[in-house]
């Protein structure tokens, strides 16, 4: 069996970011082969991927650069290699426009088309136009009108990270959507020595920093109750938040990257779990942190006042140097309520834990490849069957 994975961006941005995570690509290891199609002049020698393939072996076709005006010739690029490939199964991880391309080859030649949401992309746009980010905003309405319609409708199986997506999903034209969280494994974060010295009031936040996900609340929070701040993530808004920190005075500990093996080691030296959300939706850190038993402090979006999961297990504050503030100094000041938290965070994240979200995915991959073996998607004209 063999998966084409249509990238949404280089696999050396993965190496980079340290998100090289088992079987990510290849859950339950359904798959013989994995391969991977991406827009760049170059990348990674497959070998440093190997660990997301599980048990296949991997493979990267470098396509080119990919520019939004030569999306049609992007488009025949990806039809040529699927038909060099011989995939079972095309999987791509937006419904933007490099989606689309996807949508489109995998029709022409006839083999089953899966797609992941990460997000809802209309409160992406709101979001950009609401912040005055009118180029990103700009590129978003293109992804709108350009793929988003026809990527979505013209999946086989779409899999929805989060509850809040499946309404976007459905309005874009989802024939049926599976919710399915991304993958953390409780026991990766069992007996894990830490990596920085604990002191007892230290809070950690990890992810990127980007407008979604401002941290400077959190930054000017952790200086005002006296607590340390260990950052995992790089991004565009580093520059405004080292400013912050700088400013506030606040103990902060950044590390632009690490290894997702290693993250164990920085929430097990920490006491409190941070994120400042403006969009729905749970984050991988936010289910690693409950995984490592950390109460999990989360703002709470206007339009999502009860945020996914952590509703039930974290703490929920405005999102605002006060919200954050007086919730760390509560847990600060009361060991059994931060403990009781933490135990909730991690009974909370068992219920959704990486295998039976890894069990359910596969099961995905199964239900699409027998579907195909019914005859249910055949190549479009001038596509040619397999």
């Not at 609340?217 to 405004?240: E, H, N, S, T």
């Not at 290693?262 to 729905?280: E, F, H, R, T």
């Amino acid at each position: 069996m063999k998966l084409a994975v249509v990238a949404g961006q280089p696999m050396e941005a993965f190496v980079r970011k340290g998100e090289v995570k088992a079987r990510y690509y290849n859950p339950g290891n359904v798959f013989d082969e994995v391969h991977f199609l991406t827009f760049a002049k170059s990348d990674v020698e497959p070998k440093k991927i190997k660990k997301t393939v599980g048990n296949a072996k991997a493979f990267i076709h470098v396509l080119g650069p990919l520019s939004l005006g030569q999306m049609p010739a992007g488009g025949r690029r990806v039809k040529e290699a699927l038909l060099e490939i011989r995939p079972d199964v095309v999987r791509s991880f937006t419904p933007g426009p490099k989606g689309r391309l996807a949508a489109e080859a995998a029709l022409a030649v006839g083999v089953p088309f899966v797609l992941s949401l990460h997000s809802n992309f209309d409160d992406l746009r709101d979001l950009a136009k609401t912040q005055g980010r009118l180029g990103e905003y700009a590129r978003l309405l293109f992804s709108k009108v350009y793929a988003e319609r026809k990527t979505v409708s013209s999946a086989d199986a779409v899999i929805a990270v989060y509850p809040f997506i499946v309404p976007y999903a459905e309005k874009f034209g989802a024939k049926h959507v599976d919710v399915i969280y991304n993958k953390v494994y409780p026991e990766d974060f069992e007996n894990v020595h830490p990596v920085l010295p604990r002191d007892g009031r230290t809070v950690i936040g990890v992810g990127r920093l980007i407008p979604e996900k401002d941290p400077t609340p959190i930054v000017q929070a952790a200086a005002k109750v006296g607590a340390r701040l260990i950052w995992v993530g790089d991004g565009p808004l580093k520059d405004k938040v080292l400013e912050s920190a700088a400013e506030c005075g606040c103990h902060w500990v950044h590390r632009a990257s690490v290894p997702n093996e290693k993250l164990p080691g920085y929430y097990a030296s920490a006491d409190v779990y941070a994120q400042n959300l403006s969009i729905g939706g749970v984050s991988i850190p936010t289910l690693e942190a409950m995984a490592a038993g950390l109460p999990v402090v989360v703002s709470a979006p206007k339009k999502y006042p009860r945020p996914d999961l952590v509703a039930k297990a974290g703490v929920v504050v405005e999102g605002s140097p006060a919200g954050f503030a007086h919730a760390f100094s509560e847990l600060f000041s009361d060991a059994a309520r931060r403990k009781k938290r933490g135990r909730a965070s991690r009974k909370t994240l068992q219920e959704i834990n990486g295998h039976h979200m890894e069990a359910c995915e596969a099961s995905v991959y199964r239900r699409v490849l027998a579907q195909r073996g019914m005859g249910v998607r055949k190549p479009r004209r001038g596509g040619k069957p397999f």
